[in-house]
Nanobody, 115 residues
Framework: QVRLAESGGGLVQAGGSLRLSCATS????????MGWYRQAPGKQRELVAT???????NYADSVKGRFTISRNNSKNTVYLEMNSLKPEDTAVYYC?????????WGQGTQVTVSS
């Protein structure tokens, strides 16, 4: 059973930065794609950014140029560097890992951006 543990959320003023981390454990083989998703109150969960095991990245248009996803395969950890944060970035951020054709999710970490 793969487990994901997110960290790094918090409260920040608009224009500030935060770095989220997500560490996986319980996997015997390499994790495939990893990604970050977010869900704001009253809204559906949406994709923020993904990264393949080879390092190919994909971003939502709303975060392009502000957020950067990266991963350390030796540590089975994925990161999300968030800069120039806006109040509309406020949400619970979830980490997802694809492992042996199954999706695994973390418990989420709250990011709040004040205006």
């Amino acid at each position: 059973q793969v487990r994901l543990a997110e960290s790094g959320g918090g409260l920040v003023q608009a224009g500030g930065s935060l770095r989220l981390s997500c560490a996986t454990s319980g996997n015997r083989f390499s994790i495939n794609a990893m990604g970050w998703y977010r869900q704001a109150p009253g809204k559906q969960r949406e994709l923020v950014a993904t990264i393949t095991s080879g390092g190919t990245t994909n971003y939502a248009d709303s975060v392009k140029g502000r957020f950067t996803i990266s991963r350390n395969n030796s540590k089975n950890t994925v990161y999300l560097e968030m800069n120039s944060l806006k109040p509309e970035d406020t949400a619970v951020y979830y980490c997802k890992a694809v492992y042996r054709r199954s999706d695994y999710w973390g418990q989420g970490t709250q990011v709040t951006v004040s205006s």
